[in-house]
């Protein structure tokens, strides 16, 4: 069975960390870009970090420097980990998955809150 599973969202204050997760199956994880997208109430859905299957990284200009994208092939995961997380950082993140031809898979999405 296909499907990206993410895992670590949460509540956490302002100035806080979260490290998310996304579980790949069914796929050859190791052949695909893995990105993770975020979706605020009233906003459209935007990449925040990707990583190739090189191991290539990018990062959106507002969570660069707060925010590092990793993955472990060995257990077909691909993480987020965010640092000094703000308000305007609340949103819905989805965990993604291209492939060199064009298959495109999404996770259920995990919910990040960034209150005090």
């Known amino acids: 069975q296909v499907q990206l599973v993410e895992s670590g969202g949460g509540l956490v204050q302002p100035g806080g960390s979260l490290k998310l997760s996304c579980a790949a199956s069914?796929?050859?994880?190791?052949?695909?870009?893995m990105g993770w997208y975020r979706q605020g109430p009233g906003k459209q859905r935007e990449l925040v970090a990707s990583?190739?299957?090189?191991?290539?990284?990018n990062y959106a200009d507002s969570v660069k420097g707060r925010s590092t994208i990793s993955r472990d092939n060995t257990k077909n995961t691909v993480y987020l980990q965010m640092n000094n997380l703000k308000p305007e950082d609340a949103a819905v993140y989805y965990c993604?998955?291209?492939?060199?031809?064009?298959?495109?898979?999404w996770g259920q999405g995990t919910q990040v809150t960034v209150s005090s």
């Open positions: 993604n998955a291209a492939s060199w031809y064009g298959r495109a898979l």
């Open positions: 069914g796929i050859i994880f190791s052949t695909y870009t």
């Open positions: 990583i190739s299957s090189g191991g290539n990284t």
